[in-house]
């Protein structure tokens, strides 16, 4: 049988609320509505949090008051505090997704607590998120460096995991938010942190800000991961770190995965095309390789 990868979309979210470019509502659900025309199951589309700290997510409710409700699409949204799981509850959001960073001074920055703070918040909004029905995913955030310290410890981001996974989340994702990771680095942290949580499956977010990314998702799926974050295009970073630019691109990812024999359920010629038209509605070309390569060359 096929290994199945699992991609979650996070360029309704996380690929624009860092782009350069302002899409209306209306831009954003006909991407949303893009993305499941090519088989994705779960998308990131919209967050939460102050309209202040990322004004390009301020129309979160009327993205989710317009999207299509479909059969085994799944819809998730990033709330950081009580307020923003209610918004994100009666968005009928199916997800609720959290963020831990594995650095004092970029949690300052970030979310303006420390890192116990974040982890408490998130076990608060887990728990309202889960008392409504709702999965919960919560991310460490720069887990294998962080731009405004360097290097991170991995037995430190062991120990949020281990405090995470008494949360109780679906999932713990780790997030390599400034492109810095390697895959020897990767496999490493997989293994630690995979003892600390047990069953709780993991999450690879890799950015390609020095083009490690696909080398450290093949690194991740040899460590036992089997879902991760993209982006259409590549579109999309961190606002709070400096030049953390590089989600990797979903049609890159799913070129290599497909070509080493993997399934992710998902069209790779559509991919393209949504990459095209989103380049279009952006006004700016995007880092992808593929989109602008063309998959495999056929005869």
């Not at 650095?103 to 998130?122: G, L």
């Not at 680095?185 to 995979?194: H, Q």
């Not at 259409?232 to 799913?254: I, K, S, Y």
Request: proline content about 6%; glycine content about 8%; overall charge negative.
């Amino acid at each position: 049988m096929t290994k199945h990868i699992q991609i979650v979309e996070v360029s309704p979210r996380d690929g624009l609320q860092a782009d350069p470019a302002d899409l209306t509502t209306d831009q954003k659900v006909r991407l949303i509505e893009r993305l499941i025309a090519t088989g994705h199951t779960r998308i990131e589309a919209a967050s939460f949090v102050s309209p202040k700290a990322v004004p390009k997510m301020a129309d979160g409710d009327a993205v989710m008051a317009m999207v299509p409700r479909i059969d085994g699409v799944s819809y998730s949204a990033l709330a950081f505090n009580p307020r923003g799981v209610e918004r994100a509850i009666a968005a009928e959001v199916d997800e609720v997704t959290g963020v831990v960073v594995a650095s004092e001074t970029f949690s300052q920055r970030n979310q303006n607590a420390s890192i116990a703070e974040s982890i408490e918040r998130w076990a608060a909004v887990g728990d309202a998120a889960r008392a409504a029905g709702k999965k919960t995913s919560v991310t460490i955030a720069a887990s294998f460096g962080c731009p405004f310290e360097g290097r991170v410890d991995p037995a430190l981001v062991v120990d949020i995991a281990r405090q995470l996974a008494a949360t109780k989340p679906d999932e713990i994702g780790l997030a390599d938010t400034i492109g810095v990771a390697v895959p020897s680095k990767v496999a490493s942290l997989i293994e630690g942190v995979s003892h600390a949580v047990e069953a709780i499956p993991l999450r690879g977010h890799f950015h390609n800000t020095r083009n490690t990314a696909l080398a450290n998702i093949v690194a991740a799926i040899d460590a036992g991961i089997r879902i991760f974050d993209s982006s259409l295009g590549g579109v999309g970073g961190c606002p709070f770190a400096p030049r953390a630019t590089g989600n990797v691109p979903t049609e890159d990812v799913v070129y290599l995965l497909h070509e080493m024999g993997l399934d992710t359920g998902l069209d790779l010629d559509l991919l393209i095309q949504s990459t095209t038209w989103l380049e279009h509605e952006l006004q700016h070309s995007t880092p992808g390789l593929v989109a602008k390569a063309g998959g495999f060359p056929t005869p």
